[in-house]
């Protein structure tokens, strides 16, 4: 017969109450049990003392004779120093599956995609300011386009002093409409 040292669960809906118990390893969960050895609350803080309560003396008679401890319970016999437990190791457990990889890849190829054309448009970009740079920097320019300059930048501030915004032309029209309407009742 196949012996399990195993959780038996018990307490109401959740609000878990586990057994250690040796039994068969065909018995169901919950079932019919050789030896209870010990308690597990899991809802208790875990520098508890009572969080686990364990009877090592038969824990070690009952591993004696040939009983397989679940991985839980390996890991409170562990801590109790009743039997060591090998460390676990899964690499590929965090791993994402195949779908997963192509889609990265996926996204990986246009972000480098767009990368690329952002890095080619301004480098276009720079290479235009740059050949616009050393042909300002090439033309010379000539005694007449110098003084068409001049004379363009001297007409221009006066053209702005005589021009205004429409809105205060309306103003301006209303009060003076005011004025002249008012005017003809005093005299």
Do not use: C
Request: charged share 35%.
């Amino acid at each position: 017969m196949a012996l399990s040292i195993r959780l038996s669960r018990g307490g109401s809906k959740k609000r878990p109450y586990y057994r250690i118990v040796v039994a068969d390893a065909r018995s169901p969960r919950d079932g019919k049990f050789i030896e209870k050895i010990g308690n597990y609350n899991p809802l208790l803080g875990k520098d508890d003392e009572k969080r686990v309560v364990l009877d090592a003396d038969r824990a070690k008679h009952w591993l004696g004779v040939g009983a397989q401890p679940t991985d839980r319970v390996a890991r409170f016999l562990d801590a109790a120093g009743v039997k060591e437990r090998a460390a676990r190791n899964n690499p590929k457990k965090g791993e994402p599956g195949e779908k997963a990889k192509e889609r990265a890849e996926e996204r990986a190829s246009k972000a480098a995609e767009a990368a690329e054309a952002a890095e080619a448009a301004n480098q276009a970009e720079a290479e235009a300011v740059m050949a616009a740079e050393v042909e300002a920097a090439t033309e010379e320019p000539t005694p007449e386009a110098e003084a068409v300059a001049e004379a363009v930048a001297e007409e221009t501030p006066a053209a702005d002093v005589n021009e205004s915004t429409p809105d205060a032309d309306a103003g301006d029209t209303a009060a003076s409409e005011g004025e002249s309407a008012q005017a003809p009742a005093e005299g």
